[in-house]
């Protein structure tokens, strides 16, 4: 049977479900309106540990630990794990599966890791190569200002366009057989360069590459935005979800009151002044782990389309006026049970 359908995306022919979700958050998302939705919130920014980065790979240990408790499994039942963060090197994935013993696909898609690594995942299910897969990432708000921009204690002004890289993390647990909510399509996007060079302003970066993606997967598939219960994007905050809303239009497509973006639900951006909202890998991946795949597992939702969006930058491609590339990666949740 033929998997690939249009130009981008995969139908799947064994759907893999999952069986289990967790997330991890610090301070700030404890203080919003999703936090109900977390596993684990701490008011500690290093988590037990002496440094940031120290943090974010604690942050990723526990969350896996927690998908693992929730499954009623032990790290030895794992056949991969595919993961990712912000730090150079993947340092946040790498350091904390060191004792895990668990092979180990590192993945770099910046804020679209959680969608990269769930699509990854569910192609080596419907394959048949293997029977239980994590895919998680995080993000931590100090190490990525750090690396990105301004040390904290530096105390810089942040632009109108600005976005809060989040301190969580998000780990789903994916099987080829099981009870829980399936993926039952992948498009894999592409890189978009709009010529952005402002990296301050990660929304209007990436909406461009969630725009394409999203065009392709209801090209592909013979959708449109109305056929789904929610579209999820993340993250673009307010900025770059209205940019996406406004390139369809010129489209003639309405995107809808089904269409939010991760990077606006995590926070409360007047109360909490998060100028354009949240952003990170574990912006989406902490939204998708708790409060998305809750309200599927409570039926709210039975078709949920997910697509973390990803800037491709560095701060050696910054310093030298490099323009930002986007990416975007879908995959399509559905609830058959």
Known sequence: ?????????????????????????????????????????????????????????????????????????????VDFVFAGDLLNQCIGSSFSLRDFGIPFYGLYGACSTMGESLALASLLLDGGFGKIIAAMTSSHFCTAERQYRMPVPYGNQRTPTAQWTATAAGCSLLAAGGKGPVITHVTCGKVIDKGICDANNMGAAMAPAAYDTLSAFFQDTQTSPGDY???????????????????????????????????????????????????????????LNGYLLRQMEERSWKKL???????????????????????CHAVLIEQRS
């Open 305 to 327: 389309l997910f697509a973390p969006t990803g800037a491709l930058l560095s701060p050696t491609s910054s310093f030298q006026g490099e323009s930002v590339p986007g990416i």
């Open 229 to 287: 219960d929610l579209i999820a994007t993340g993250d673009l905050g307010r900025l770059g979800h209205d940019i996406v809303v406004d390139l369809f239009r010129a489209d003639g497509i309405e995107m809808g009151e089904n269409y939010t973006d991760c990077g606006l639900l995590l926070y409360d951006l007047k109360q909490q002044d998060m100028h354009c909202g949240a952003s990170g890998c574990g912006c989406s991946a902490s939204v």
């Open 1 to 77: 049977m033929e998997k690939k359908i249009g130009g981008q995306t995969l139908r799947l022919s064994h759907p893999p479900a999952i069986i289990a979700c967790a997330n991890i958050g610090g301070k700030q998302e404890g203080e919003g309106p999703l936090a109900d939705y977390f596993d684990e919130l701490s008011e500690d920014s290093f988590f037990g540990e002496k440094t940031w980065e120290k943090a974010e790979s604690t942050m990723q240990k526990r969350v896996l630990n927690r998908a693992l408790e929730k499954a009623g499994l032990r790290a030895k039942d």
